[in-house]
């Protein structure tokens, strides 16, 4: 209905066009002293025709609206071909819009090759840091000091930052090797855990481990990655106390500290792209990415990801991993 309104408001102007002539006509025979049946009868068949080739146009209309809105709706719109024009100026319209997605198709192709370049940049950049970081480790394991452990520290901070930059990378990549399948949760977060061991030694924090006792259908390198960065945060933000990792049912595992907290105001926005809110103004060190990429990464492979926190008290981050919509679905 609303096409048929919009479609009779465009001919409206020709109707009334119409209606003026055949005023003329009248008035003309009228003002003569003419009979004005061989007025009328014409112009009811004119006005016959009009009104069936009103009709026509509006099926016309409603095809071409119908392969338009097929376009529109389409996930690839660009690549469609454009219903045929009628008029010179619908033509002139339909010529920009082609040079418009001939442009949008060298932009993309443009964006994707420096997408690309900068990859293999960044890919290569990872690689080549892991060789001076791990001839440093080997020398440091030849010492056992307060000032070797620190150095160590620093250097698994710089091992997880790395990382962090190519899952910034990698995380909208066409190519990333995403692995989905049903695998136990256990083993994945104890090798999570296995690396910030040195971590919980140098912080003198407890660890309170109560190992899951459930599986996931989830990406083991992806899942490991947002364990790994939430255990980082509450480490990072936990001076004294403990660090408890367990399982609520059915499937959350649960990661909570003793630490500073997070401010009310700020919880909701913990997860927004570097946001770091008062924690992160007495850190200047903080970047805000780190739980923006969780975020990220579980609403790709369908897992929730949740927080609560009491100021002074602790947070504690639900990583619910119950099988829901992801992108691969």
């Not at 997408?115 to 290569?124: A, L, P, W």
């Amino acid at each position: 209905m609303k096409l048929f309104s919009g479609y009779l408001r465009h001919k409206l102007r020709a109707a009334a066009v119409f209606f003026c002539f055949f005023a003329v006509f009248l008035l003309s025979f009228f003002l003569c002293g003419i009979p004005l049946a061989p007025v009328l009868y014409p112009a009811g068949l004119c006005a016959l025709l009009g009104v069936i080739v009103l009709v026509c146009g509006f099926f016309r209309e409603k095809k071409r609206h119908r392969a338009l809105e097929c376009i529109r709706s389409h996930a690839d719109a660009l690549s469609l071909p454009l219903p045929p024009s009628d008029t010179i100026v619908e033509d002139d319209y339909r010529g920009i819009v082609l040079r418009l997605c001939e442009q949008q198709r060298e932009l993309c192709h443009e964006n994707a090759q420096r997408y690309n370049s900068m990859m293999e940049y960044y890919t290569v950049w990872a690689h080549q840091i892991k060789t001076p970081i791990a001839a440093m480790r080997l020398n440091l394991q030849n010492e056992d000091s307060e000032f070797s452990r620190k150095l160590s520290s620093d250097l698994f901070r710089i091992e997880q930052y790395s990382e962090m930059v190519m899952a910034f990378l990698r995380l909208d990549s066409d190519s990333t090797d995403y692995v989905i399948r049903k695998q136990p949760v256990e083993p994945i977060v104890r090798q999570s855990l296995r690396k910030f061991a040195g971590e919980f030694i140098a912080r003198k924090l407890r660890l309170e481990y109560s190992p899951p006792d459930f599986s996931a259908v989830t990406d083991e390198k992806w899942l490991a990655f947002v364990i790994e960065q939430l255990l980082s945060n509450a480490l990072k933000y936990t001076r004294s106390g403990c660090i408890s990792v367990y399982s609520e049912a059915p499937s959350v595992l649960c990661i909570r500290d003793t630490g500073i907290g997070i401010a009310p105001e700020d919880l909701p926005r913990i997860f927004e792209n570097g946001f770091t809110g008062q924690n992160g103004r007495e850190d200047k060190k903080a970047s805000g990415l780190g739980l923006w990429l969780c975020r990220r990464v579980c609403l790709r492979l369908g897992h929730g990801l949740s927080a609560e926190s009491v100021p002074g008290k602790g947070t504690v981050m639900r990583l619910n991993l119950a099988q829901k919509e992801s992108v691969f679905d």
